[in-house]
């Protein structure tokens, strides 16, 4: 009964108004949409890469916790999924020992793109040395490795050395990069 006393014209602008407010609102819903399903392909698509790699990639927390892994890391420790690796991982830990993975900060504290030697615990219980190369993540606050497979069958430290030598000029290349001496057998 209240509006019965307002103009006409103030109830014709407050309809106009409330119309554009649905109006922007399906717009802005509309935008949302494009940005989700955006977001969704670009996950798609990163994890599509992260397991299409060549190589197992993962990411640790500080205190050697895997947070993401992609299938080429799981299936060389022996696990069928990225998210039993994480799942078991996590509780059992994917490092061969504490001094392992206290290597990774050891690793990683030297410079970036450090390569060495990394003792892991796969699925079974068995240990296992991989090839890796690690650095931190400051936006993460991560440790990121790439975990380029088991020592081949001739000496693993040439192979090393190949590692290094392959990489830029002051990337921590060469024996620098090493973490234990070239010559050593893996763990």
């Known amino acids: 009964m209240r509006d019965q006393h307002r103009p006409k ?53 500080a205190d050697g916790t895997a947070f993401a892994a992609n299938r080429p890391f799981a299936r060389l420790l022996g696990y069928e999924t990225t998210a039993e690796l994480l799942g078991l991982g996590g509780t059992l ?24 030697w990394m003792a892991f615990r796969r699925k079974d219980g068995t240990r296992q040395a991989f090839g890796v190369v690690g650095a931190f993540s400051m936006e993460t606050g991560a440790v990121a490795l790439a975990v380029l497979g088991s020592p081949p069958l001739v000496g693993w430290g040439a192979w090393l050395a190949a590692l290094g030598a392959a990489r830029p000029a002051g990337t921590g290349g060469g024996d620098r990069g090493m973490v234990r001496g070239a010559g050593r057998e893996p763990p």
Request: charged share 35%; net charge neutral.
């Open 9 to 61: 014209q103030d109830l014709i602008n407050e309809v106009i108004g409330l119309r554009k407010q649905v109006a922007d609102l399906r717009e802005a819903m509309t935008a949302r949409r494009r940005v989700e399903d955006a977001l969704r392909e670009s996950e798609r698509q990163t994890r599509m890469l992260a397991d299409a790699a060549p190589v197992g990639l993962c990411l640790f927390r």
């Open 93 to 116: 830990g994917v490092f061969a020992s504490r001094e392992e993975q206290s290597r990774v900060l050891a690793l990683v504290e030297g410079g970036p793109e450090r390569a060495c």
